[in-house]
């Protein structure tokens, strides 16, 4: 599927060897860099089918010079998905120097923010806690090159839709 070999060596220490049909259809589309919207029932790799490729295409192109912003915002609608994604990406991302931060409700901001005063490649946020820390100056997304919502019904059904467009125009058009 065009995976770099350091993205195989750990979804192959995961146990996964072969793509869902979800991850089948989305990763190609994904490397690409081509926008998505995909939708299947829960167990069938959805976490993964955005992870892989994005972890992929991360590792292709360096971070600009300098910025210590925020490269990719996955939006989750509750906390206990922000820390469940997190692990995922995190184990994907294994040993490529990329930083994974969670930022959601129900715990310390002190501890996040000093997460994010390094450089976050990824961060996995609660709508909330994401404009929260954002209005406060610790979260950079001028320069964010990938925008994932996860759970994207359960966002809108939770009112969330507000949010989004509001983080849709903060971050730039081409991503």
Not at 4 to 9: A, D, F, G, I
Not at 51 to 66: E, F
Not at 145 to 151: A, F, G, T
Not at 159 to 169: A, H
Request: with cysteine; charged share 20%.
């Amino acid at each position: 599927m065009g995976l770099s070999p350091e993205v195989l060596q750990n979804i192959g220490a995961m146990g996964w060897n072969r793509p869902t049909d979800i991850q089948y259809k989305a990763v190609p589309h994904i490397l690409k860099g081509e926008d998505i919207m995909a939708i299947a029932q829960t167990g069938t790799g959805k976490t993964a089918a955005f992870a892989i490729p994005t972890i992929c295409n991360l590792q292709r192109r360096q971070r600009p010079r300098d910025y210590k912003g925020v490269r990719c915002v996955v939006m989750e609608p509750t906390h206990e998905l922000a820390v469940q994604v997190t692990e995922v990406i995190k184990q994907v991302s294994r040993g490529m120097g990329l930083s994974v931060v969670a930022i959601h409700g129900g715990t310390e901001q002190d501890k996040q923010i000093a997460l994010l005063k390094g450089q976050a490649d990824v961060v996995v946020a609660t709508p909330g806690r994401l404009f929260d820390l954002s209005a406060q100056g610790y979260l950079d997304t001028h320069l964010t090159e990938v925008l994932v919502v996860d759970e994207a019904d359960r966002m809108l059904a939770l009112g969330f839709y507000q949010d989004i467009q509001q983080l849709v125009r903060r971050i730039p058009r081409r991503r």
